[in-house]
């Protein structure tokens, strides 16, 4: 395979390396790049740039009107393994469910992880999203419950999703 960049007629950016690829929409490139990104000239569909041959821009009928230098696409090359990184970081979510020991859903109980923390809503749920490849543990909290914690592993372009069961807290105070 040869290291390319390619914005497709079917409207999705790619950038090819030897082992490697990058698939997303041209929205998502421009985020995952740290840059803006101009898209294709009007009146294109589709544009190819392969290093040291050619830029190549289609209407669509295959009739290439153009063949010029285009340094953008080595600057997109260059950048793949971080557009990787950012892209996989993207599409990991977890979505975690408090509950009390009966299975009702817990509104406003605080979820925490080693980077951050969300409160869950109507429905007992709460979703973090852009999280590295790894294991986190997730801790629920709320008062008159006991807190409680799960592990979990989130896998590179992965929903993981679980439930955190809180018990009644019976201590009392006097």
């Known amino acids: 395979m040869s290291t390319m960049f390619q914005h497709h007629p079917d409207g999705w950016v790619y950038v090819r390396g030897e082992s490697s690829i990058y698939c997303d929409t041209p929205d998502n490139f421009a985020t995952d790049l740290g840059a803006a990104y101009s898209g294709l000239p009007d009146g294109y569909i589709s544009r190819i740039y392969v290093p040291e041959k050619r830029h190549v821009l289609s209407d669509g009928n295959n009739e290439t009107a153009q063949t010029i230098p285009w340094s ?103």
């Open 72 to 174: 953008d696409g080595d600057t997109y090359i260059a950048a793949l393994d971080a557009l990787i990184a950012k892209q996989t970081t993207r599409a990991i979510k977890v979505e975690i469910t408090v509950t009390d020991s009966s299975g009702t859903a817990i509104e406003g109980a605080t979820v925490s992880y080693s980077a951050g923390s969300a409160t869950t809503d109507s429905s007992g749920q709460v979703t973090f999203s852009g999280l590295a490849a790894g294991t986190y543990e997730f801790t629920a909290t709320e008062s008159g419950y006991t807190s409680s914690s799960v592990s979990i592993t989130a896998v590179a372009g992965s929903t993981v999703t679980a439930t955190i069961s809180l018990a009644s807290d019976t201590t009392t105070t006097s």
